[in-house]
């Protein structure tokens, strides 16, 4: 095959999938930013160009700071605690505890639910007053509480169900570390005499570096990528208690019709994604097990 | 001295304790479905009554399927899943041949580009790809939810690393016996890289039978309305409060693939390892 050959060849196999990702994520990207800088078109008004405006406008719009905060401790809240729930499941799963696929088909399990079906679930467990929550905290004496419909708690009832869903899908990876782990390391430790935590701390968890880097990238997407319970359990309410950006978006563009403050947002979603990605290259390039 | 146990796993009360603790991490997970099976399969009036010789019904879901159309969605639902499947199937495969093996002007200035994807999904860009399939006048076909997720960086990558592994020999060899580039792809590559195609496939079908907001949004009619949207046009509007049809309704929607994946739970597992791992 002579050289002309192969770049004609090479760009004929790539054009189809490149057409489509040009048309679906790079310029919808690119004409986010250019819609931010122009008004939203109404009626026989079409959109002119207002420059810094919209963003003007998001730095005066108290609900953004608003859900920007919710996003943040939604981030906070889901992110640590699947990560670990995700390791300690994995090196349960990995031993040789008995029932282990049991645990692991009722760990992985929520993973391959749609969210919005496991929502509708766990929306009557939140429910008021007959909600399974409400029957048990009733039983044990406890004060009735509106779990969804109380601002300071809605946001902490969608970590949770986040935490559930995610937790199993994080552990596979552990699983898949572990798994990969030479036995004679254990046994070297053994001879060595140190203990399990010892061994844990100093061993294994250095060598699962690299997976804790990838599921934590991953965790810091899904908290800005999932949204789809919220739909279901909350609305973003109470009062915005618990929306988040993308959320947020959502609302502003295909309920208020505001397609240009939209474009403005999604920018700082965008931004908020490719701080992600930095993140992830500037430690995965140099992804080494010892320190 | 080798043993053929891992010292490292724990003993004696260690033991006993972890395995309760996992057992009950488990019980507690799989809590939600237990509770949600309960309900579809009693009366309403056992749906927060847990008395064990309550009596069994399939009333909830034929009053589920009676409610709303869902043969439609399922229809719906099977025809996207398998439409986006098979493009990305395609797309991705051709796509990673080229990156994998040819040498082409900007090959991997064109990689990164592609890779851009895996940050910034479809998922978020909503507000422009609607206004693109308004454009289109898409809107409102099954062919506008699944068309930004047709090239998938992902499935790219993926496909790229394994055909990366397979040895150059092998494409010699087919290319002195005469075969094209297209026959060395379909005859060499993708074979070797049957359970990389298994483990994204899988990945794929049980992303798209789940994902929610673009649909959502990009649908408003029963012709082309997936599962996932109808089960919540279905609950928010339809039903009020009542559990019991809504929860048969949420695992209808969700049967058919929980139902494989309890047969073929290795394969899940397996699958989403593998396509994890990168």
Known sequence: MNRASAHIHGWLLLLPAAVLLAAFTHFPAFATLWHSFLSTPKGARPAVWVGLDNYQGMLEDPVFWQVLGNNLWFALGTIPASIALA????????????????????????????????????????????????????????????????????????????????????????????????????????????????????????????????????????????VDHIVVMTRGGPDNASALLLFYIYEVAFKYWDSAYASALTMVLLALLGAAALLQFAFLEKRTHYQ | MISARNPMQPGGWGRALETTGAWLLALLWILPLAYAFWTAFHPPEFSTRFELLAPLTLQNFANAWAAAPFARYFINTMVLVALILAAQLVLCTLAAYAFARYNFFGRDVLFMLVLVQLMVMPDVLIVENYRSMAALDLTDTILAIGLPYMASAFGIFLLRQTFKTVPRELDDAARVEGASSLQVLWKVYVPLARPVYVAFGLVSVSHHWNNFLWPLIVTNSVNSRPLTVGLQVFSSTDQGIDWSIITAATLMTSGPLLVAFLLFQRQFVQSFMRAGIR
């Open chain 1, 87 to 226: 390791l300690l499941m994995a090196v349960w799963v990995n031993g040789k505890l008995a029932g282990r696929g049991f645990l692991r088909m009722a760990y992985f399990t929520p993973t391959v639910l749609p969210m919005i079906a496991v929502a509708n679930i766990w929306l009557f467990f939140y429910t008021p007053t007959y909600g399974l929550l409400e029957q048990v905290t009733g039983t044990l004496g406890l004060p009735s509480h509106n779990w969804l419909g109380s601002q300071s708690t809605a946001l902490a009832c969608l970590i949770v169900v986040t935490i559930w869903k995610e937790a199993g899908f994080f552990m596979i990876f552990y699983l898949a570390a572990l798994q990969s782990i030479s036995p004679s390391l254990a046994e070297a430790a053994a001879i060595e005499g140190a203990g399990r935590w010892y061994y844990f701390r100093r061993v294994l968890f250095p060598l699962l570096m690299p997976t804790t880097l990838f599921v934590l990238v991953n965790a810091v997407i899904n908290s800005f990528r999932l």
